[in-house]
């Protein structure tokens, strides 16, 4: 044997103890070629870097393809999927950087079968007690419009207790902290999502940041893990066609894939849904966030991997760790130790999270008509035989846009629809018509089955009478079921002078 060939030899058992030592290490993992395929190949975000092929003996580069092909059989060792550079598989990746973690409970006899753990709100009741803060931003259920969030300013315990309780919406709290910080409140715990936490660490961090320069207040950021918040809007009127009185429901929980409302709350839900049947009502933003455990805050508390009635809490910062451990010596929170955290099951949704931006396709429509086909269209228009049944405006967001152009030729007016809101627009109604002085004439109804968020769809309005382009006033309207009308505008048509 010729020294070169003894050189490549061992080479050759150098990788293959190294091969033999990765696999060892990730014998077991969920991880494998599969999931690459699915996660990173398919979605077209491989780089086409060649690395799952150069580090696995079964697999080699398909150049005609531009992806990996199997030479052998997988063993789903994961090897290929841990090198590849578009996959997320550091811990700290997946949930960030933390000093020290705990599985907490609340001690505090009103606050216990609240929500989970009861840990935010033992938090701030210990920080009131000792005077660590002025003020608390929080969300509470609006008293007028049950399970509509209200970001709120509290001083007290007894406020801290009253606002118990988890609402699954967006609020816009960081209108709360700068009233806050207006009212020349000092120090201040902020309670907020992961996109509310971000900002005000963007505020503090940023260059040209509000509270980094201008305003002078300490800031104790508790974040809350959060995989999907709901459009109030169009999820509440969901469940009160679905039977559920909401101004009688005094809890709502998601655990185990599913979202729970209940009238006792000690008692069984009255009724669970699974969340990804729920999945068109949640926020369109949602979809692009990639932060599961609020990784900027510096307490963060949720409760998966925790198990019931417990929440899992990571301390970030020191400041986060001291208050943690206080308030424990003091009685006001039971902490376990590290060890006691299903990190498992929290790096599985935390990894959920991240790659879903991955995974995001513009959702595209085409609409071909089929004599034969029966199948009930997605959209249907026809001139209208009755008056609509309007309800009133109930929602004062821009839902959709509209443009415009008159097509001469065709003797139309062409009509691109776009849903603005966010979340799926269900039995969108769009009625046009010609106005003369001040009647009606050549009314027509559009109805769309469902106009997703961002989607848009064209229509086209005749302009034709007797044969000739009548160019004058049209009003158009769009309304739905559940929000009643969200679009009336009047266009006036006629040729410029």
Request: overall charge negative; hydrophobic content about 35%; glycine content about 6%.
């Amino acid at each position: 044997m010729t020294e070169n060939e003894v050189n490549q030899e061992q080479a050759s058992e150098k990788y293959k103890y190294s091969f033999d030592y990765i696999q060892h290490k990730l014998e077991g993992k969920k991880d494998s070629f599969g999931m690459l395929m699915k996660e990173i190949v398919r979605t077209g975000i491989c780089t086409q870097c060649g690395t799952c092929a150069a580090v696995c003996p079964v697999l080699e580069w398909d150049h005609l393809a531009g992806e990996p092909k199997l030479i052998g059989k997988c063993t789903g060792c994961g090897i290929c999927y841990n090198q590849c550079p578009r996959t997320i598989t550091d811990p700290h990746q997946l949930i960030g950087e933390f000093k020290s973690g705990y599985v907490a409970n609340t001690n505090i006899p009103e606050v216990i079968g609240y929500q989970d753990g009861g840990t935010v709100t033992s938090l701030i009741c210990y920080l009131f007690d000792e005077h660590l803060i002025d003020a608390a931003i929080v969300t509470m259920k609006d008293p007028k419009n049950p399970w509509h969030p209200v970001p709120q300013i509290i001083t007290s315990k007894d406020d801290a207790i009253k606002a118990a309780g988890s609402i699954y919406c967006h609020s816009q709290t960081v209108d709360a902290l700068m009233e806050a910080v207006r009212q020349d409140y000092r120090s201040i715990a902020f309670v907020g999502t992961p996109c509310n936490i971000d900002a005000v660490n963007k505020m503090f961090s940023s260059p040209a940041g509000m509270l980094k320069y201008f305003m002078r207040a300490h800031i104790l950021t508790i974040g809350l893990f959060c995989m999907d918040s709901f459009s109030p809007e169009a999820l509440y009127p969901y469940f009160k066609k679905d039977g559920i009185d909401l101004e009688k429901v005094v809890k709502m929980d998601i655990n185990k894939g599913k979202f729970h409302l209940y009238y006792d709350e000690d008692g069984e839900p009255v009724k669970s849904y699974t969340i990804k049947s729920l999945d068109k009502f949640k926020s369109s933003s949602c979809n692009f966030c990639t932060d599961l455990t609020s990784e900027n805050a510096d307490i963060s508390v949720g409760s998966v991997g925790s198990g019931p009635n417990k929440n899992t809490v990571f301390a970030r910062t020191g400041i986060g760790a001291e208050l943690l451990e206080d308030a424990a010596k003091k009685g006001y929170l039971t902490i376990e130790p590290f060890d006691a955290i299903n990190l498992n099951a929290v790096f599985f949704l935390a990894k959920l999270k991240k790659v879903a931006q991955y995974n995001i396709q513009k959702r595209k429509v085409f609409i071909v008509r089929d004599v034969e086909e029966e199948e009930e269209p997605k959209i249907e228009t026809k001139k209208e035989e009755k008056e609509l049944d309007i309800k009133p405006i109930i929602d004062s967001r821009r839902a959709i846009s509209l443009k415009k152009e008159v097509n001469e030729e065709a003797k139309t007016l062409e009509l691109s629809i776009t849903n603005t809101i966010g979340f799926i627009l269900e039995d969108l109604k769009i009625r046009i018509a010609s106005i003369d002085e001040v009647f009606e004439k050549n009314v027509w109804v559009t109805k769309i089955t469902e106009l997703f968020p961002y989607e848009s769809i064209e229509i086209d309005y005749p302009l034709e009478e007797d044969g000739e382009l009548q160019l004058g006033k049209v009003l158009i309207e769009a309304s739905t079921e559940s929000i009643g009308k969200i679009y009336s505008k009047t266009y006036d048509l006629s040729p410029k002078k």
